[in-house]
């Protein structure tokens, strides 16, 4: 009888360490990160966007409460910036920031300026990123003519192109604010020729082509230098379709070509809502999320060693 209850008693403290064995597994795939961020997509404005007025979305229903000025703006985001621990993020007209926080901003302009003005912005160091180019507000596919001396450029000064897709901006744009965009403008598999003619240009498709996920994978896989961020549809779209597209994404191995971005506007909380769109992810490994968050794009802006390892002992 003792014999029985000792081996009775054994198996029950191995069932006990296998269960926490499990539940500790699983709690550290639900592990929330909290190092260093890199924002990929960010917005700075000389005037209010979008009216300066606050945004009741209506996939989510959710509220997002406007800064009250331009100066607002700025400052608010910063204040995300340091809440959440990012240390880098490329910021379209990026130049107007510059100023107040020199090592964060990393510039950004777009197709709207000449190759002229844009090489001669390089080259006195005021252009960091080609982005945010979106011809689809003009009508414009990505084959348009009009847009390969960008291309061009940017294999030229060896510097990342930021390319918009779709959304075309808030739901049912086409019908008021952005009459000339299409969605199957956003199809990501339109890049094919323009990669393989050059196949050294730096590329990332913003939003991550949602919500074409099966193009968007096959583009991926056929072009390894392609990768892209998530800015936007981490807060805009319903919580479960982000994660059942980005979850689509990490399922077909681009887990390393995958980049955190906000594209926040005037809604600095927004910030918060795309931290934890991703936090949330609980099919996500807290490697995976670290990769997300700040390694993928360290990895494909080319940063020094030494700034990494600063930015990781600094959080």
Not at 141 to 151: C, K, M
Not at 205 to 220: F, N, Q, R, S, V
Request: proline share 6%; aromatic share 12%.
């Amino acid at each position: 009888m003792n014999s029985l209850k000792l081996y009775l008693g054994a198996i029950f403290i191995l069932a006990c360490t296998y269960t926490e064995s499990q539940t500790n597994e699983i709690g550290n795939a639900n592990t929330a990160y909290h190092g260093p961020k890199i924002d990929m997509h960010a917005h700075a404005f000389e005037k209010m966007f979008f009216g300066g007025v606050d945004y009741e979305n209506p996939l989510t229903g959710k509220k997002h409460i406007a800064s009250s000025s331009i100066e607002k703006q700025r400052e608010e985001t910063f204040q995300q910036y340091k809440k959440h621990h990012v240390v880098k993020a490329m910021v379209s007209q990026g130049e107007l920031w510059k100023s107040y926080a020199p090592e964060l901003v990393l510039i950004g302009n777009n197709h709207k300026n000449s190759i002229e003005e844009l090489r001669k912005r390089h080259a006195e160091g005021n252009l960091d990123i080609l982005a945010e180019i979106a011809p689809s507000y003009d009508g414009l596919l990505p084959t348009d003519e009009s847009l390969e001396p960008y291309y061009d450029l940017a294999e030229e000064l060896n510097i990342p192109m930021g390319y918009h897709m779709y959304p075309g901006g808030p739901p049912g744009g086409a019908y008021f604010a952005y009459p000339k965009t299409r969605a199957h403008q956003g199809k990501p598999l339109q890049f094919e020729d323009i990669l393989l003619a050059h196949p050294k240009m730096k590329f990332f498709i913003m939003h991550a082509g949602w919500p074409y996920l099966e193009d968007m994978k096959a583009l991926m896989y056929a072009h390894p230098q392609v990768y892209v961020e998530v800015g936007v549809i981490a807060w805009a779209l319903p919580r479960k379709e982000f994660h059942d597209f980005l979850k689509g994404l990490i399922d077909a191995g681009q887990g390393k070509k995958i980049m955190f971005g906000t594209d926040q506007m005037i809604w600095p909380e927004t910030i918060t809502d795309c931290v934890e769109a991703i936090n949330s992810a609980d099919f996500l490994t807290l490697e995976q999320k670290a990769d997300i968050f700040y390694n993928n794009a360290a990895e494909f802006l080319g940063l020094p060693e030494e700034e990494i390892k600063k930015h990781k002992t600094d959080y």
